[in-house]
Each structure stands twice: as structure tokens, then as C-alpha cells.
């Protein structure tokens, strides 16, 4: 009898040191993005007011301007990623910089920047909500009039902290902020088209996510809004004197799979999804740790990293400095990132995928 107790204490341990010594998890619940609250009617009256008025200097001059010019500015961007509905996004990264300008037609529409590189007049990255709010007309409510309907976008408590919508004439200003700070995280210009276009503003898009785009352009949207996912939450890393994540296609597959589950499961309201721990075991060698952000519902890539910034959750883990390595899933409107620590230092890995193919 004595012996049958031991060997089941010594059977417990082994099983408590193996549970101890395995990888932690942390699957961060999903965030849904929050659309503004819209009403429309026809030949409604419009008010006399712009706004304030429009920057002379800075990047926002470009809205409206052709490509051209922005580049003459620029120079020929790193790389030039396809987006929705005909966009494409002309990616620039330099020290303590990032841009994208969505580019239609030879016009440029809208441009994302955070970092001082990149002159974001009258605003800039870091800069404070209270500065912000000494000189600029904050308005819950923002008038857009098109083809004879007029929006009324209507701008929650939470949207006034933490993403507010700014009127510069024909122009728009979407400030993305850190709520954590208090400090401004990037800033969005865009024309009224792209502003009526974009998801976050409720009942402005006909058709889901997949409508009007053929299968092949949408894989390649995703693949390009996976690139700026990475690019932005590596930026913000290094932002905050953290080390860049390093990129790594068995991750991705892992975050593609869950987003693609997620897409499909929203399709057709059934189905299951496989946890972090199961998508995970197509890695090939050990790891200490893991954690996954996920949003739904966005079609924006600096929107979906704002909106983990201000989750406290999602925000602890995009700037965990244990994790080394990660992965980006985009389909649809779902966003997923995985993040590891792995047990093999870098300089030991052999033939795995350790940078992001651009």
C-alpha cells in the first residue's frame, strides 16, 4: 500500500512539474469595433458651417492632390500595399516615422501618420489630449452632406477620449488616441469620400466586407493589412523602448486560421474554433510563452492596433517585452495577432522564416 503511494506521489509530481514547466497562454478577449452612430435624410439642411479651417502646411495639403506630388515630396514609398474598394495604400517607414497615404485614381484620399518624421500640422504624435482640446472646436456631432443626403455622425462619451473626428473645411481629422497617456497616437486625414466609405461609421458601406472584390484581390488586402499590422505594433514598440518583434509564417498561418474561422463562423453562425494551444502545435520547436489579439468588425489596420492600445489587456500584451517573435492573420473584417516567447535563441534557429517577406 505504501508503495502504491508513492508512486502516485511521484507520478503527481512529475505531472505538476510538467504543468509548471509548459507554456503560459493568454487569449485576450476579442474587441468589436464601435461604429459611430449615423442618421441620414434626404435634402436635409445643411449648416453653414466648415469647420476650422484647413492646414496650409503639412501632410494633409496632399488630400486631393495627385500622387505625384507626394512623392515629389517622399520620395517612392517602401512598398505600395492594395486596399478595399479600389485603394492603394503607399507605405513610407523611416526613424521615429510612419505613413500610409491611400492613393485612388492618381489622388491621394486619405493619410495615416504617427511619429514626428512626418509633419502631421496641426497635430502631431504624442502630443497631449489637453493641448489638443485648447485649440481645436470639439463637436459630438459632425454634418457630412453627399449627393443630397446629409450624415449626421454622432460621436460617443468614449469617441470624444479617445478617437475624435475633426472638420478642416472639405477635409476630416481622426485623432487616434492613446487613452493610457492621454497623448496622441497617430493622426488619420481623409476626404469625405473615404470618411462615408469607411466601416467604423455605421450604415455608410452597401454590402459586407467581401462585396464587389473577387477572392484574389481581398487575399491580397488581407495580406497587405497583415503587413501594416505588423509594421505599426513594432513601431509602437520601439516607440516605447521595447525591441521589435521578429517576424515568423507559423504564427501567421496559426492567426490566419482563427480569423478565417472567425469570418466563416459569422458567415454561417455555427461551427467551432480551435484554441491558441492547438493552432499552435504546427510550430516546430518549444516556446515559453504565448498571447493573441484579436478584433472584428474593422477594415481600418491603424484603427484595429488603436483599439488594442486602449484595452488594457490587448495593450499588456503588444508591449510585453518577453514575446519575440509574432504573426498577423487578416480576413475580413477580423484581425488576429500571436505573439511567443521561444525557448531557442535567435542566433540558434535554422531555417525558419525570421523576417517579414515585404
Known amino acids: 500500500m505504501k508503495a502504491m503511494i508513492r508512486i502516485g506521489v511521484v507520478i503527481l509530481v512529475i505531472f505538476l512539474i510538467g504543468f509548471y514547466n509548459g507554456p503560459s497562454f493568454q487569449e485576450n478577449e476579442e474587441i468589436e469595433n464601435e461604429p459611430f452612430s449615423v442618421d441620414s435624410n434626404e435634402n436635409a439642411e445643411i449648416p453653414s458651417s466648415d469647420g476650422l479651417t484647413r492646414p496650409k502646411s503639412g501632410v494633409s495639403v496632399y488630400i486631393g492632390q495627385n500622387v505625384e506630388l507626394l512623392i515629389e515630396e517622399y520620395g517612392n514609398p517602401e512598398r505600395m500595399d492594395p486596399g478595399r474598394n479600389g485603394l492603394t495604400w503607399y507605405i513610407y517607414k523611416v526613424e521615429n516615422g510612419y505613413m500610409q497615404a491611400a492613393v485612388k485614381n492618381d489622388e491621394v484620399k486619405a493619410l495615416f501618420v504617427m511619429g514626428n518624421a512626418y509633419d502631421s500640422t496641426p497635430y502631431f504624435s504624442g502630443q497631449s489630449v489637453q493641448d489638443i482640446y485648447q485649440f481645436t472646436m470639439i463637436n459630438s456631432e459632425i454634418i457630412v452632406e453627399d449627393n443630397g443626403r446629409v450624415y449626421q455622425l454622432e460621436l460617443s462619451e468614449q469617441d470624444l477620449h479617445t478617437r475624435l473626428l475633426v472638420q478642416f473645411e472639405d477635409i476630416y481629422a481622426q485623432l487616434m488616441i492613446d487613452s493610457v497617456s492621454n497623448n496622441l497616437m497617430g493622426v488619420y486625414y481623409l476626404d469625405k469620400e473615404t470618411l462615408l466609405d469607411q466601416q467604423p461609421y455605421e450604415g455608410s458601406v452597401e454590402g459586407g466586407p467581401l462585396a464587389d472584390q473577387d477572392q484574389l484581390v481581398l487575399d491580397e488586402v488581407n495580406e ?35 480569423s478565417r474561422t472567425r469570418e466563416q463562423m459569422s458567415i454561417e453562425s455555427s461551427g467551432e474554433q480551435a484554441g491558441l494551444s492547438d493552432r499552435l502545435e504546427i510550430l516546430d520547436r518549444d516556446y515559453k510563452s504565448a498571447a493573441e489579439n484579436t478584433a472584428s468588425q474593422y477594415y481600418l489596420t491603424p484603427a484595429v492596433v488603436h483599439g488594442w492600445l486602449n484595452s ?9 517585452d518577453t514575446f519575440t517573435h509574432t504573426g498577423s492573420g487578416v480576413y475580413g473584417s477580423y484581425f488576429t495577432q500571436d505573439f511567443v516567447q521561444f525557448d531557442t535563441p535567435e542566433e540558434e534557429e535554422d531555417g525558419l522564416s525570421l523576417q517579414h517577406e515585404e
Open 224 to 258: 497587405a493589412n497583415e503587413r501594416q499590422m505588423f509594421d505599426i505594433v513594432n513601431f509602437i514598440r520601439s516607440a516605447n523602448g521595447l525591441d521589435e518583434l521578429i517576424w515568423d509564417d507559423q504564427l501567421a498561418e496559426a492567426a490566419r486560421e482563427l
Open 312 to 320: 488594457e489587456s490587448h495593450r499588456s500584451t503588444m508591449l510585453d
